[in-house]
């Protein structure tokens, strides 16, 4: 667990993990071998990637976002120097719900060389919904598909979600998800409190590094530690109450949400996880990325600023009445289709056309062990502070070796700069040293003087 959140295993949201887990096992048959190169992306890889891959493929969530834009021109620097097909799954646009591309248009030329880059090397590119589709459509581009979010195909073109219920009671298990920036500023905070006033059984997950630290670590250092609304801060009632978890592994994270009634909240993940485990759940959307994705998988879901407003509209007891889960269940075989044909028109096999439809990756994540949901750390017993404090020993042991070998580096490279400077200064006169400071005289000794330093 330590190591896991150290290395941030799922780049800062766990969110990533559903629809990249969901991506390695459609792509695996029998023919294929699926490699991840995890989080970073280094161009200087691309010359090893042209070598031993076939393909590059990259799912992706709302890339098209003014804080994404860093990350998004080193990933088309490295596309650019591919010579293999590249196929983007899914990737969104960011902004409001009202559609409003105003606030994209700072990035649009980076947009711009990344779809481009992408479209040199693939028949298409899929776009998660309505929005992004328009979106690149008025930049120019034409093959553009919309095929939503590959996490939804976890189980191909079989979705089993309905109500076991006829009616949420104070007694229903009910999850519950949402982001920093939507308790801060979007009024998801009175929606938390109201439902845990109103459900004993009520469970916030988070998906944050920054949650996942402060659950195990009480660690306060982060930006999102001034959200004290937030479930996950330790001043919250349901922090001390044990009612927060956060996964960092969708087996784990989908396997406890299979025994709970209800899911809603602002996390288009969250609730597509707790969907993936046949339980019902609702979106309240505050943005463009989670509203066209309801839309065209037909999720039920909410405007967040709407319900927000209203206490009585964000009553899960409601949500769950009035959340039909016809449209997503009874056209997913469609949308099934529609993805399978992009994968298909891009040189893709899949695992349900042209595998075992996924039963020897099923049977592979349940051999491993993952470490459960990462609990308020609410315990002072020997156990719990034996194992943290172990791992810290193990890295204090680590820095150590690795301090001690950058002082030798230091040492040595310090040694070369003295023994350069002081053969420098015993040249003959005649010299071309000599010479050269003669014709350019203080920006050598200035070099000189840097060299020792």
């Not at 581009?141 to 195909?153: A, H, Q, T, W, Y």
Request: proline fraction near 5%; charged fraction near 25%.
């Amino acid at each position: 667990m330590e190591e896991a959140l150290h290395r941030d295993v799922f780049a800062t949201n766990s969110g990533n993990l559903i629809f990249s887990d969901a991506a390695h096992k459609i792509l695996e048959t029998p023919g294929t071998e699926v490699v991840s190169n995890g989080i970073a992306t280094d161009a200087a890889a691309a010359a090893r990637i042209n070598e031993e891959y076939d393909a590059f493929v990259v799912p992706l969530a709302n890339a098209f976002r003014p804080s994404f834009e860093s990350g998004l021109k080193r990933l088309t620097r490295l596309i650019t120097r591919l010579r293999i097909p590249v196929v983007v799954l899914g990737v969104g646009a960011q902004t409001g719900v009202s559609y409003n591309p105003a606030r994209l248009q700072r990035i649009e030329p980076t947009v711009r060389e990344f779809v481009s880059a992408v479209l040199d090397r693939s028949a298409s590119i899929g776009v998660r919904g309505e929005f992004t589709e328009q979106y690149l459509l008025d930049m120019g581009f034409r093959d553009v598909e919309v095929i939503g979010c590959p996490s939804l195909f976890m189980h191909g073109g079989q979705l089993d979600v309905h109500k076991r219920a006829v009616a949420l009671t104070p007694e229903s298990r009910i999850a519950i998800n949402g982001s920093h920036s939507a308790v801060r500023s979007q009024g998801l905070d009175r929606v938390i409190a109201d439902a845990h006033a109103r459900y004993p059984h009520l469970r916030f997950v988070g998906q944050n590094l920054s949650d996942a630290r402060q659950l195990h670590w009480r660690d306060l250092s982060d930006a999102n530690a001034e959200v004290t609304a937030m479930p996950t801060h330790p001043d919250h009632p349901m922090y001390r109450e044990d009612k927060v978890r956060v996964y960092i592994d969708p087996v784990t994270w989908i396997d406890d949400l299979r025994s709970f009634d209800f899911s809603f909240g602002s996390r288009i993940h969250g609730n597509i996880a707790a969907l993936l485990a046949g339980t019902p759940a609702t979106v309240l959307c505050g943005d463009s990325r989670t509203l066209e994705l309801c839309r065209y998988f037909e999720i039920p879901h909410q405007r967040l600023d709407k319900v927000a407003k209203n206490p009585a509209a964000a009553d899960p007891a409601r949500l769950y009445e009035q959340a039909d889960f016809g449209g997503l269940v009874g056209g997913h075989r469609e949308r099934f289709e529609r993805f399978t044909a992009f994968l298909d028109k891009n040189g893709l096999e899949n695992t349900f056309s042209h595998g075992d439809g996924g039963a020897a990756y099923e049977e592979r994540m349940r051999s491993l062990t993952f470490p459960a949901g990462i609990r308020p750390w609410n315990e002072t017993d020997l156990a719990s502070l034996t194992s943290r404090f172990g791992w810290l020993h193990s890295r204090i042991t680590e820095l150590s070796v690795d301090n001690a070998q950058l002082k030798r580096e230091l040492a040595r490279t310090r040694a070369g700069a003295k023994a350069t400077a002081k053969a420098a200064t015993v040249v003959p006169a005649t010299s071309v040293y000599r010479r050269a400071r003669r014709a350019v005289g203080r920006p050598i000794r200035r070099a000189l003087r840097s060299a020792q330093q």
